[in-house]
């Protein structure tokens, strides 16, 4: 189709992670589908990026997410190199139609700063925005910056100057997806999931509490702020309780485990992840929060794992209640669902990951959402 795109997936981690690492997953996701079309995909990350591209540009060898630790003066100055890097690259050529950024409101103002010369941008939104409306105010400027979101529910939530440079949503896909409606069933167990980072907006405290409360067996995966095993995080200091999520985790969390029925198991990944998610009765997301995209939540459904969740933020668009999952208002109702999960067909959550989730249906809507980015023309 002619379109070269360059990705700006910041200096952070490699493209793919080698572990934790949402956007990165979400760029080595839509990429390879973007090339399918047609589309040339020029890469700024970090030279340990080992996803194939058409070329790439990096100004950091590794990726700097450890540095993420240090001051925050210190942080914006890695951020910033990056950046000028990308922008160097852009003002040396011509070729380039369309920034598609995933990274920081800050690498929006440094293309709005090259003025008319910058290429068109999209800026895909990743957080729930009701908490950094600051971060956007130079939108206002004349470069033409859009931006999208990850689901309908987190552009409703966001400031009105932000909303007002959407061109819409683009519901997170996963490779999970590919063919799940003809991969074979796995045989399912007693168990209950609940699959991400131990936060108290994804409700873990909750979903422990109901599973002793109705003796459901719970498996609780995912990482405590830094610590990905057990063992660590056992080991590791009074000071490790510095980190809100390590501290949410002991007060909260722990009181519920009795490593019988209520387990947490660290993380998990790979092939260890997708038999704990497929062989599991249901994934439960006890929310407290408005989830923004739901990785996890498109994972469960692509494994046919019916999803029972509070049905906050993109949950109600990602899981339709009474087929492939059972949303709930509070947490009195969602200890009802939880025990009727298993009246759900996990033949049907494959089959609308398999129409809806996929890495092409994500890269077809993006190439759309660049062609409306890119029609000065388009409304907004
Ligand atoms: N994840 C994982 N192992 C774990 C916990 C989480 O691989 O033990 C992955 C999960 O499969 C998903 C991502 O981490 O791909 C979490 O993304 P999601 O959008 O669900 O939540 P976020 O952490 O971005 O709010």
Redesign the pocket.
């Known amino acids: 189709m002619g379109l070269t795109v360059l990705m700006n997936a910041g200096p952070w981690l490699p493209v793919p992670p080698p572990g934790?690492g949402?956007i990165e997953?979400v760029v080595a996701t839509l990429v390879p589908e973007l090339r399918r079309l047609g589309v040339r995909v020029v890469l700024a990350s970090v030279e340990t990026s080992t996803l194939p591209v058409d070329e790439r540009i990096s100004v950091f060898g590794d990726g700097q997410f450890p540095a993420l630790q240090r001051p925050y003066n210190q942080v914006c100055g890695i951020a910033q190199a990056h950046l000028a890097g990308v922008v160097r690259a852009l003002r040396a050529r011509d070729d380039i139609d369309l920034v598609h950024d995933h990274v920081e409101a800050v690498g929006l103002a440094t293309l709005a700063a090259m003025g008319p010369d910058a290429p068109p941008a999209l800026h895909t939104l990743h957080w729930d925005l009701a908490k950094h409306p600051a971060l956007y105010g130079h939108l206002d400027g004349g470069h033409r910056v859009r931006v999208n979101g990850v689901s309908a529910a987190q552009l409703a939530r966001a400031p009105r100057r932000l909303r007002e440079h959407a061109v819409g949503h683009v519901h997170?896909a996963t490779p999970l997806a590919v063919d799940a409606d003809r991969r074979p069933p796995t045989p399912k167990g007693d168990h209950v999931v609940v699959?991400?980072?131990i936060n108290p907006g994804k409700g873990q405290d909750v979903g422990a509490r109901l599973a002793r409360r109705l003796g459901v067996p719970l498996v609780l995966?995912?990482?405590v702020g830094p610590y990905h095993r057990p063992a660590d995080l056992a080991a590791a200091g009074a000071e490790a309780r510095q980190n809100p999520d390590v501290r949410f985790f002991h007060e909260e969390v722990a009181p519920h485990l009795d490593g019988h029925l209520v387990r947490w198991v660290g993380?998990?990944?790979g092939q260890e992840?997708d038999d704990l998610l497929a062989g599991a009765r249901a994934a439960l997301f006890p929310l407290r929060w408005e989830e923004p995209?739901?990785?996890?939540?498109v994972?469960s459904l692509a494994l046919g794992t019916p999803v029972v969740a509070t049905g906050r933020g993109c949950l109600p668009e990602l899981v339709e209640h009474g087929r492939t999952g059972l949303l709930a208002a509070d947490e009195e109702e969602l200890g009802d669902l939880l025990l009727a999960a298993s009246v759900l067909d996990p033949r049907e959550c494959r089959r609308e990951a398999a129409v809806r989730f996929t890495p092409a249906v994500m890269a077809r809507r993006y190439v759309e959402l660049y062609e409306r980015v890119r029609t000065p023309a388009a409304p907004v």
């Open positions: 934790y949402g997953n997170l699959l991400g980072r995966a995912g990482p993380t998990v990944a992840r995209g739901g990785t996890a939540v994972e």
